[in-house]
């Protein structure tokens, strides 16, 4: 798979009275704590929400997990932002953290299709082999819509899932876990690892082919262009889709 090279990884001149880039030192070291970090993280909050609302994760209110998911969301931004600003020039220039005028419309018609197009074309082999159905692979996706009873519910249920968990996972997983695999191994490397990862970290073993099939994509989109906006708007519009079309079929 190859790319045009990426200024914003590699030392370069700068106009006169700026500061040379310098070259980063953060690394996969970094993305592995930052892992572990957020998972423990999240489960310690997720903790702490369950006390506090005396219910279990399975009767939550979609604002009581949106609460319990703010563990592992600051650690997804804070460990991106800090390991770059303290070990090399930052996350625009270092993670690509821009944004582009044609990015969210490019960015929200890959998604889309790719939700519409690729994932269920990867499934029907799948879901004939496991004799498993729809019904079966949207059911996580569907415990969420269906605590979605009222207006408030579903700008709660819009706000995680359509714009908070795309772009703290899109900063971490596209932003500093792929770099940091790209720069060690190259690019090919960088992207099939970070969609791996990123689909498994999901923790729902029937639904990990498609979110890696789109971690894939993702990935493909922020190396091509150097940037997180396109990726981010890819996983915005993504998660929408299923999001809009299971509340529209309950």
Same mark, same amino acid.
């Given at each position: 798979?190859?790319?045009?090279?990426?200024?914003?990884?590699?030392?370069?001149?700068?106009?006169?009275?700026?500061?040379?880039?310098?070259?980063?030192?953060?690394?996969?070291?970094?993305?592995?704590?930052?892992?572990?970090?957020?998972?423990?993280?999240?489960?310690?909050?997720?903790?702490?929400?369950?006390?506090?609302?005396?219910?279990?994760?399975?009767?939550?209110?979609?604002?009581?997990?949106? &609460? !319990?998911?703010?563990?592992?969301? +600051? %650690? @997804?931004? $804070?460990?991106?932002?800090?390991?770059?600003?303290?070990? #090399?020039?930052?996350?625009?220039?270092?993670?690509?953290?821009?944004?582009?005028?044609?990015?969210?419309?490019?960015?929200?018609?890959?998604?889309?299709?790719?939700?519409?197009?690729?994932?269920?074309?990867?499934?029907?082999?799948?879901?004939?082999?496991?004799?498993?159905?729809?019904?079966?692979?949207?059911?996580?996706?569907?415990?969420?819509?269906?605590?979605?009873?009222?207006?408030?519910?579903?700008?709660?249920?819009?706000?995680?899932?359509?714009?908070?968990?795309?772009?703290?996972?899109?900063?971490?997983?596209?932003?500093?876990?792929?770099?940091?695999?790209?720069?060690?191994?190259?690019?090919? &490397? !960088?992207?099939?690892?970070?969609? +791996? %990862? @990123?689909? $498994?970290?999901?923790?729902?073993?029937?639904?990990?082919? #498609?979110?890696?099939?789109?971690?894939?994509?993702?990935?493909?989109?922020?190396?091509?262009?150097?940037?997180?906006?396109?990726?981010?708007?890819?996983?915005?519009?993504?998660?929408?889709?299923?999001?809009?079309?299971?509340?529209?079929?309950?």
């Amino acid at each position: 798979m190859s790319h045009p090279r990426e200024p914003d990884l590699v030392p370069r001149p700068v106009p006169a009275g700026d500061a040379e880039l310098k070259t980063p030192t953060w690394g996969l070291g970094d993305v592995v704590a930052g892992w572990f970090l957020a998972q423990v993280a999240g489960l310690a909050t997720s903790a702490a929400v369950i006390g506090l609302s005396g219910q279990s994760i399975d009767e939550m209110s979609l604002g009581w997990l949106a &609460v !319990g998911n703010i563990g592992l969301w +600051v %650690v @997804f931004l $804070l460990v991106p932002v800090v390991a770059t600003t303290v070990k #090399g020039n930052g996350p625009v220039v270092d993670l690509g953290l821009r944004i582009k005028a044609w990015d969210p419309p490019v960015g929200a018609l890959i998604g889309a299709a790719t939700q519409f197009i690729l994932v269920p074309l990867i499934y029907v082999p799948i879901l004939v082999l496991l004799d498993r159905n729809g019904e079966d692979l949207s059911a996580p996706a569907r415990d969420l819509t269906d605590r979605a009873s009222n207006a408030f519910g579903v700008v709660v249920l819009i706000l995680i899932v359509g714009i908070a968990a795309p772009i703290f996972e899109e900063i971490f997983y596209r932003g500093l876990m792929q770099r940091a695999l790209q720069r060690r191994y190259g690019p090919t &490397v !960088g992207v099939v690892v970070t969609a +791996v %990862v @990123f689909g $498994l970290s999901h923790f729902e073993p029937l639904q990990a082919p #498609g979110l890696i099939l789109f971690g894939l994509v993702v990935g493909y989109l922020a190396l091509r262009t150097g940037r997180l906006g396109p990726s981010i708007a890819a996983h915005v519009a993504f998660n929408l889709v299923s999001v809009g079309f299971l509340l529209a079929s309950g």
